[in-house]
């Protein structure tokens, strides 16, 4: 995620500097295995694409120190997800914010357990928390409301929201096993190599979750959602229904009840004229049911640079702001 930020910031170099008069300098990098790594001058993002990072003498020794010394105005917490806490990356949010840095997330893990404090913390520093890329990658999920949809009450969604899955159901349509199916969107880059937070739902969950918290108002807790993998489908029974001309997806639905949200994820067999049948590859696709109309938005096939497009998007949001 973070290379494929880097890469959309450089080559929209001269793009943001022109339309947006928004120039950047990077001035900190931070990893597990490199440490924390601060330069206001600006490091040379070239030589950190290729892994090319400044020994420092004394380096920061944690993200308060790190942000402080690399003089940030903006962060980007890319690290991977802890389902189950949401750390560290609600810790670098927090410390973001409490440095007077805007806070953009790529980490879903934050808006499943402490979206309301992350959320009040901005407001109160003045600073933007932004976290477009944690759902259909680039696509416009958060930032469409209230801005596009003002006056609206979102009464529900459904959608196909985790790729693995689509890639694999695809793939054991045409005749492979669940394990070549995995192996080969492991090979693709799209499968992680334990593909269980996939196959069992909880990416699916994770995002329902940080949906219904930020869009519809609703504390929700991953547990309360409804959760079933794909694992039970026999490969025989995926093969026939695509024959008669249906398909299964894994699909995520919410649906507000009195004060509350019912949600689950799971498969669903669907005829070939619903629009998200016809989804391949790492499409993706949700319909917001709102008070006065229902829309859709369809992500077709992306790839690591949409998701880095979604926090360029924030970035620029946070910029201009
Ligand atoms: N890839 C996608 O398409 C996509 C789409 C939407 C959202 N996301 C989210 O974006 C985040 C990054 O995804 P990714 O695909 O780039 O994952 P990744 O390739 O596994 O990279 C994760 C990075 O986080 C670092 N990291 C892990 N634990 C850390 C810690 N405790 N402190 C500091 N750094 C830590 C890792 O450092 P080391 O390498 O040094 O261990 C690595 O650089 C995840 O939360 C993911 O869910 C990804």
Redesign the pocket.
């Known amino acids: 995620?973070?290379r494929a930020l880097l890469r959309l910031l450089i080559s929209k170099e001269s793009e943001l500097r022109r339309k947006y008069d928004v120039r950047w300098r990077l001035t900190g990098i931070?990893?597990?295995?490199?440490g924390w790594i601060a330069e206001p001058e600006g490091l040379n993002p070239i030589a950190a694409l290729s892994s090319h990072f400044p020994q420092l003498a004394n380096p920061p020794r944690n993200v308060r120190e790190w942000l402080e010394r690399s003089k940030a105005d903006v962060l980007f917490e890319?690290?991977?997800?802890d389902t189950h806490s949401g750390q560290?990356?609600i810790d670098h949010l927090v410390a973001a914010l409490e440095a007077g840095a805007h806070a953009i997330s790529?980490?879903?893990?934050p808006l499943v357990h402490d979206y309301q404090r992350l959320a009040g913390l901005a407001k109160a520093r003045g600073k933007q928390f932004l976290f477009e890329?944690?759902v259909m990658?680039g696509a416009p999920i958060f930032s469409l409301f209230p801005l596009g949809l003002p006056a609206t009450e979102l009464r529900g969604f459904a959608g196909v929201l985790n790729s693995t899955t689509n890639v694999v159901l695809t793939e054991m349509e045409k005749g492979r096993s669940l394990d070549e199916a995995v192996k080969r969107a492991q090979a693709a880059g799209i499968a992680e190599t334990d593909p269980t937070h996939d196959l069992d739902g909880w990416d699916a969950t994770v995002k329902v979750t940080a949906i219904v918290n930020v869009l519809m108002g609703v504390p929700l807790r991953i547990e309360q959602v409804q959760r079933t993998g794909i694992r039970e489908l026999s490969e025989e029974k995926i093969r026939s229904v695509r024959a008669a001309g249906m398909r299964y997806k894994l699909i995520c639905r919410a649906e507000r009840r009195g004060d509350g949200v019912e949600c689950r994820v799971g498969p669903e067999l669907l005829l070939m004229s619903d629009p998200m049948a016809g989804l391949e590859g790492t499409s993706s696709a949700i319909r917001f049911d709102l008070d006065v109309m229902s829309i859709s938005l369809v992500e077709h096939n992306p790839g690591?640079e949409a998701?880095g497009y979604?926090l360029l998007a924030d970035f620029l949001r946070a910029a201009k702001c």
């Not at 890319?78 to 997800?81: G, M």
């Not at 790529?106 to 893990?109: D, E, L």
């Open positions: 995620m973070g931070a990893t597990r295995r490199i890319a690290s991977s997800l560290p990356a790529a980490n879903k893990g890329s944690t990658d690591i998701t979604g």
